[in-house]
C-alpha cells in the first residue's frame, strides 16, 4: 500500500493512497521513492531471498511479504497495521508486523492512542515487533521530582541538527509530562551564556489547562533583526492517563550565535515531571543546579518502544571490534511507568542485506559506496547488498525469527512470544546476569532462535486422543459421549462444544483440541468417525382372529406382554393367549422399530361377530354358552 499515491486503486476500506495488489503491480512501480532503502534493509533481513546469493537470504525467506509505504503519520500506521492484518486474515495466515518508526512525542507509558490500538489488534498469530530507538547514547530525558523547597529545573538545549559553525542552529519538539491531578509551570527563555543573561522568554504557562500558545522569542542581538524563534506551546490534561501534558516546539533556525541558548525552564512544588526531547538533547553547559542535563536512560521511543503488546528490540554489535556487546546507540529503559523495556535484543551493528536499485547512495561513488558488500546482476541493472546498522536492523531479525515460530505454533500470542524470548534469551559476559525482571539495556538479553523453538515446541500439547476408540456406531435416535484427556484448562470441539465430554446424536466427523494452564494450544486430535444407521420401517400388525401378521417379512421379534416369546420370529404368529401382542423388527445393523399393539381376547363376543363365523346360543342365557 503506497500511502503517498496520489492516484491509482485504493485499498478495500480506505480513501487514500494506492495498493500494488501483486507481485507484478509491485515489480512495475519499481519503487516508491528514490535514494531510500531502509524498508528495502529491513525487508530483506526478515524474509529476502538473497537472490542468487542464498548465503545473504533473511530469516525467514519463504514468508509473503505484505509492504506498506507510509506517510509517516500515526493515522497513517495505524491504518498500515489494520490493511496488513487484514490482509492476513482474508488469505487465512499468521502474521508479523515490524515497525522502525520511533518518536518521543507520547505518553511513554502505554496509554499512548496508538499503543492502545497496537494493544487491540495484537493477538493470537498477530504480533506486533518495534525498534527501541537508536538514542541509547543521548541525553534525551530528564525527569525531576520537585519537593516544596526545591521547585525550579532548567536546562539548555543541543539541536541535532546543528552545524559545526552554529551550535544552536536546530529545530526540536520538547514532550513534558507530570503527574495525574498535579501541576506544573514551564516558559521556554534565550539566555546568553556570555553575558548570563536572559534575553527573551515566554509568560509561565501551566500544564494543568487546555491552551494553545504561539509567541516569538528575538534576542538582543545590535547587528540583526533576524533572530526570531518561533515557539508553539500546547497544553492539555492527557485523556488517556489524567497527566497534565506540555508538548513545546521550537524552531531556532535563524539564531545565529553560538552562544545565545535555548533555555527550558519548569516550575512546581511536590510533584514530579518527566520529558523527552525529540530532535534535540538537553545539557547544562558547564552550569551548576538547578541547570542540569540529560541521561541516555528511558530513551526507548514510542511506536515501537514503549508499548504493552509490542515486542521491543534493541541492538548489539556484529562488528569483529565490539562483537557481542550492547550497541552504543541502541535505546535505553524504563518506560515512564516503569516497565522493564526493552524486550530483547538482536544483531545489529552491523548487518549486510538488499538495498534499493534506485538508491544512488550506494552507487559507485555514492556517500553509502563504502557499505556495499556485493550485488547480483542481470547484466543490465545490478542489486546491492550493503551494511545498516540500528535498532531498525536488529527488529526485523527479531520478526523474522517470530514467523518461523509461528509456523510452528500458529496461535502465538504477543505474551506467549514475550515469554518465549525471556526463558530462551542468551546471556554472556558482556549482559551479565539478568535479573527475573529484566534488564533496561539488554531487555531479558540475546535472541536465541534455536532454543527459543525447541522452548516453544516444549510447551505445546501433544494432539489428544478421542475415547471410545475406534469407530463409533449407533442408531437412529441414539446417542453416544465422546471424551477427551482430563486436566486441561480448556476444549475446543469441531461442532463448538467447549466441555471435555460431549453427547452427539448425529452422524459425522468429530475432532478436538485441548488448551493447557499455560494457554498453549494442542493440534486437532485425529477425526473421530461416527456412524449413525437408520432403523427399519415400523412395522404394521393386523389379524385374522387369533392369526397375527406383520408388514416386515424378516427380522421379527414377537412380545407377548411385553416379555419375548421365544422362537417367535415368522412374520406370522398364531395367538394361543388373551393379552397384548407387538412385533419388534431388527435390521442388519441391528437397528430396531416398534410395531402397533394388537389386544386378542378368543372369547370376545363383539370379535366373533364382526367374523361371522358362528352362532351362539341359547340366546338369551343364564350361565352357559354354546
Known amino acids: 500500500w503506497e500511502q503517498n499515491a496520489k492516484s491509482g486503486t485504493q485499498p478495500t476500506g480506505f480513501t487514500y493512497g494506492r495498493e500494488l495488489a501483486n507481485q507484478n503491480a509491485i515489480l512495475n512501480a519499481q519503487r516508491d521513492i528514490d535514494n531510500a532503502s531502509h524498508g528495502t534493509q529491513v525487508a530483506g533481513i526478515a524474509a529476502g531471498s538473497g537472490g542468487s546469493l542464498s548465503f545473504l537470504k533473511g530469516v525467514a525467506p519463504k514468508s509473503d511479504l505484505v509492504l506498506v509505504s507510509t506517510n509517516m503519520s500515526n493515522t497513517g500506521t495505524t491504518d498500515g497495521i489494520a490493511y496488513i492484518f487484514n490482509y492476513a486474515n482474508s488469505v487465512s495466515k499468521h502474521c508479523v508486523i515490524y515497525l522502525s518508526l520511533g518518536t518521543h512525542i507520547g505518553t511513554h507509558d502505554g496509554t499512548y492512542t496508538f499503543d492502545k490500538f497496537c494493544d487491540k489488534e495484537a493477538g493470537a498469530g498477530k504480533i506486533l515487533v518495534g525498534s527501541a530507538g537508536n538514542e541509547g547514547s543521548d541525553p534525551i530525558y530528564l525527569s525531576k521530582t520537585f519537593s516544596s523547597t526545591d521547585t525550579v529545573l532548567m536546562t539548555f538545549l543541543k539541536f541535532d541538527n546543528a552545524t559545526f559553525s552554529n551550535k544552536n542552529y536546530g529545530s526540536g519538539v520538547i514532550d513534558i509530562s507530570g503527574r495525574p491531578n498535579e501541576n506544573f509551570w514551564v516558559y521556554v527563555s534565550i539566555y546568553n551564556i556570555k553575558t548570563d543573561q536572559f534575553e527573551d522568554w515566554t509568560p509561565y504557562i501551566s500544564a494543568n489547562t487546555t491552551n494553545v500558545i504561539r509567541d516569538t522569542l528575538r534576542d538582543k542581538d545590535f547587528w540583526t ?162 551494511y545498516m546498522q540500528g535498532t531498525s536492523m536488529a527488529s526485523p531479525m527479531v520478526a523474522g525469527i517470530l514467523a518461523l515460530w509461528l509456523e510452528a505454533y500458529p496461535h502465538l500470542t504477543p505474551a506467549q512470544a514475550k515469554q518465549i524470548l525471556k526463558d530462551n534469551a542468551i546471556t554472556d559476559t558482556y549482559t551479565g546476569t539478568i535479573p527475573s525482571s529484566g534488564s533496561n539495556t539488554w531487555g531479558w538479553g540475546k535472541i536465541d532462535a534455536h532454543k527459543g523453538l525447541l522452548g516453544l515446541l516444549s510447551k505445546i500439547p501433544a494432539a489428544p486422543a478421542i475415547t471410545p476408540s475406534g469407530i463409533v456406531s449407533f442408531c437412529q435416535g441414539q446417542s453416544a459421549v465422546l471424551s477427551a484427556p482430563g486436566g486441561f484448562s480448556k476444549y475446543q470441539w469441531s461442532n463448538n462444544a467447549a466441555t471435555q465430554n460431549i453427547t452427539i446424536s448425529t452422524a459425522g466427523n468429530y475432532s478436538v483440541r485441548v488448551t493447557n494452564s499455560q494457554g498453549y494450544i494442542s493440534p486437532w486430535s485425529a477425526s473421530k468417525n461416527v456412524n449413525v444407521f437408520q432403523n427399519p420401517p415400523n412395522p404394521i400388525l393386523s389379524n385374522n382372529g387369533n392369526l397375527l401378521f406383520s408388514s416386515s417379512a424378516s427380522g421379527n421379534q414377537w412380545y407377548f406382554n411385553g416379555s419375548l416369546i421365544p422362537g417367535a420370529k415368522q412374520q406370522t404368529y398364531n395367538a394361543t393367549q388373551n393379552g397384548n401382542y407387538y412385533v419388534i423388527v431388527t435390521n442388519s445393523n441391528k437397528c430396531s422399530s416398534i410395531s402397533n399393539i394388537i389386544s386378542v381376547n378368543s372369547a370376545a363376543i363383539n370379535d366373533f361377530q364382526i367374523s361371522n363365523l358362528t352362532n351362539v346360543y341359547p340366546n338369551p342365557a343364564s350361565d352357559q354358552l354354546n
Open 225 to 386: 533583526t533576524t533572530d526570531l524563534t518561533p515557539i508553539l506551546i500546547v497544553t492539555e490534561i492527557n485523556p488517556n492517563n489524567n497527566k497534565p501534558h506540555v508538548y513545546i516546539s521550537i524552531d531556532n533556525k535563524q539564531q545565529d550565535d553560538d552562544y545565545r541558548y535555548i533555555l527550558i525552564n519548569v516550575f512546581s512544588r511536590n510533584t514530579q515531571t518527566k520529558m523527552w526531547g525529540q530532535n534535540t538533547s538537553f545539557t547544562r553547559l558547564g552550569y551548576s543546579y538547578p541547570v542540569v542535563e540529560g541521561t541516555s536512560n528511558s530513551t526507548v521511543g514510542e511506536i515501537g518502544g514503549t508499548g504493552n503488546n509490542i515486542i521491543s528490540v534493541g541492538a548489539y554489535n556484529t562488528t569483529i571490534s565490539q562483537i557481542g556487546n550492547i550497541a552504543q546507540f541502541s535505546s535505553k529503559g524504563p518506560t515512564a511507568d516503569n516497565r522493564t523495556k526493552l524486550d530483547i535484543t538482536a544483531p545489529g551493528n552491523r548487518i549486510i542485506s538488499s538495498v534499493s536499485r534506485f538508491d544512488k547512495t550506494y552507487l559507485n561513488g555514492g556517500a553509502g559506496w563504502d557499505d556495499v558488500y556485493t550485488g547480483v546482476t542481470d547484466r543490465t541493472n545490478t542489486w546491492h547488498f550493503a
